[in-house]
């Protein structure tokens, strides 16, 4: 929506789509972690992600 602020930065589709897919992942990674046991590997995958999603909001607000 024209002129519409949502938290993200202009309301870029690529960027809400990349929150949801980082917040989306947490709760995923939380989930197998409180079933199955800790995995290193997908908390790194997660915080690589959650990385790529703050600097694709950064370079947005700039």
């Known amino acids: 929506m ?3 602020t949502n938290g993200f930065s ?3 589709t690529s960027t809400k789509t990349m929150g949801v897919l980082t917040v989306g992942g947490l709760v995923a990674v ?3 972690t ?3 046991g800790s995995n290193g590997w ?3 995958g997660w915080v690589v992600l959650g ?3 703050l600097g694709m909001v950064a370079t947005r607000s700039t």
């Open 2 to 4: 024209p002129g519409s």
């Open 10 to 12: 202009n309301g870029s």
């Open 30 to 32: 939380t989930a197998y």
């Open 34 to 36: 409180v079933a199955l």
């Open 42 to 44: 997908l908390w790194f």
């Open 51 to 53: 990385l790529i999603t």
